[in-house]
């Protein structure tokens, strides 16, 4: 496509339920990312792949939170058993594997955990 | 040590005036270094990337860049209520290994 996509753009759910978040990189990407923003704070990174393996899952705060990305392409971030501190904005960003290609992120999942 | 620093802010700014944003970093091998900036509500966009010492011009924003001292600089001038936003400073080595700062607000104020 001609950006990344991500869905949903919002999502509330209860306290203890299991959601999936989806991001659609752009066409040709090979490298996708995972970040999570709180309110008025920094990027955290989560996880990365390089087509379909994740050699970096370091930032992945919980065993709680896993991800996975199938055919190179859409990748899935799900989180079981939702804490309110889970809530946050979840951005996906895509980027060639040209070395010095900045990230084109996608809009952004916000998620609240009530 | 963050492995990228920048000043939180708030950085305040009369309309038109030059508006300085700096950032270091500790990782000496870093090869390429990008300013992203984020409206408020909304995801970073890349505005500006260099991967040379010295200076890249892109309209009124120049992005400044220093090796040795590991220091990167985004100096946008004739600054506009329009550029208010969060400014955030990205750092790496290879392919995929990108590091963020946390980022300078920026308010202009007419």
């Known amino acids: 496509g001609a950006g990344v996509s991500q869905s949903p753009s919002n999502k509330v759910t209860e306290k203890g339920k299991d959601v999936e978040l989806r991001c659609d990189p752009i066409?040709?990407?090979?490298?996708l990312y995972w970040y999570r923003q709180s309110l008025g704070q920094g990027l955290e990174f989560l996880i990365y792949?390089?087509?379909?393996?994740?050699?970096?899952k370091s930032g992945l705060p919980s065993d709680r939170f896993s991800a996975e990305r199938t055919g190179g392409s859409v990748s899935t971030l799900t989180i079981q058993r939702t804490q309110q501190e889970d809530s946050a904005v979840y951005l996906c960003?895509?980027?060639?594997?040209?070395?010095?290609?900045?990230?084109?992120f996608g809009s952004g999942t916000r998620l609240t955990v009530v | 040590q963050k492995e990228v620093e920048q000043n939180s802010g708030p950085l305040s700014v009369p309309e038109g005036a030059i508006a300085s944003l700096n950032c270091t970093y500790s990782?000496?091998?870093?090869?390429?270094f990008f300013w992203y900036r984020q409206y408020s509500g909304k995801s970073p966009e890349l505005i500006m990337s260099?991967?040379?010492?010295g200076d890249k011009e892109d309209g009124r924003f120049t992005a400044q860049l220093n090796k040795a001292s590991q220091y990167v600089s985004l100096l946008i001038r004739d600054s506009q209520p329009s550029d208010s936003a969060t400014y955030l400073c990205?750092?790496?080595?290879?392919?995929?290994?990108?590091?963020f700062g946390a980022g300078t607000r920026l308010t202009v104020k007419p």
């Open positions: 960003a895509s980027s060639s594997t040209r070395q010095g290609s900045g990230y084109t």
């Open positions: 066409s040709g990407h090979t490298a």
């Open positions: 792949f390089q087509g379909n393996s994740a050699p970096d």
């Open positions: 990782d000496r091998g870093s090869q390429s």
């Open positions: 260099i991967y040379s010492n």
């Open positions: 990205a750092v790496s080595a290879g392919t995929d290994d990108m590091r």
